[in-house]
């Protein structure tokens, strides 16, 4: 064949082409140990991260919410639940509180005051509140019963976060979601029981366990506990509007 033939010409320029890619491939690994270096230099920043975000939390487990006990009062009982952050009150409001009648009353008039005291004094050395004594005392009760209990896992968790491992392992019960269920209050038409689901602090749902049933009692029942509940995960606490 002669060496200007066109055929002849097309096989040297496929296999010149072919050899062309053989070689870029060969040449692809190469290339690919810097792409890697890179990726491996990448890794130590997503550690860093992920190891910033375990210290956040790790901070945020000495933050958490402490429900006193329920102290029963002449009108009814009576709980408070605190949000702690540092050894220090943040938050107070009463889970639990007289209602019925002037007690209602009473109970909207006195435990606003009571949770701002709660907070400033950061203790249960409160005033007692003019028109509400039951309520103020059973207040201050259950209060120092919450204050007792914060500081008894105070001293828990000072103790298991002395080494930088231990430190880190409150982190991951702090982000699981917990379910807490209220104590049973007994009232003229039946017992109501809370249960409310708390993801950190914040209430992520609140459901009725127990409710008045029967006759009129089931359709006020119906029509009220859907908007507790709403209302309740809005706010945040029990200092909701009645329906």
Known sequence: MKKNHPIRRFVLASAATVSGIVLLLALKPASDPAAASAQ????????????????????QAGAGTVLGDVV?????????????????????????????????????????????????????QIDTVSGATYTSEGYKKSLQSALDKAKAAGGTSGSSGSSGSAGASPAAPAA??????????????????VRVTLSG?????AEAVQAPSGGTSSQKTEL?????NQEAVAAGSAQIDTV
Not at 49 to 57: F, H, K, T
Not at 88 to 106: N, Y
């Open 40 to 59: 491996a230099g990448a890794v130590p920043q997503q550690t860093a991260a992920a190891q910033g975000a375990q210290g956040g939390a790790a901070e």
């Open 72 to 124: 029963r009062t002449e009108y009814g009982p009576v709980q408070v639940r605190l949000s702690m952050s540092g050894g220090r009150i943040t938050k107070a409001d009463a889970v639990q509180a007289p209602s019925g009648g002037t007690s209602s009353q009473k109970t909207e008039l006195a435990v606003p005051k009571l949770n701002q005291e709660a907070v400033a004094a950061g203790s249960a």
């Open 176 to 193: 699981q979601a917990r379910v807490v269920t209220g104590a049973a209050t007994n009232t003229q038409y039946g017992p109501v029981q």
């Open 201 to 205: 602090k914040k209430i992520t749902k």
């Open 224 to 228: 009220a506990v859907p908007k507790l």
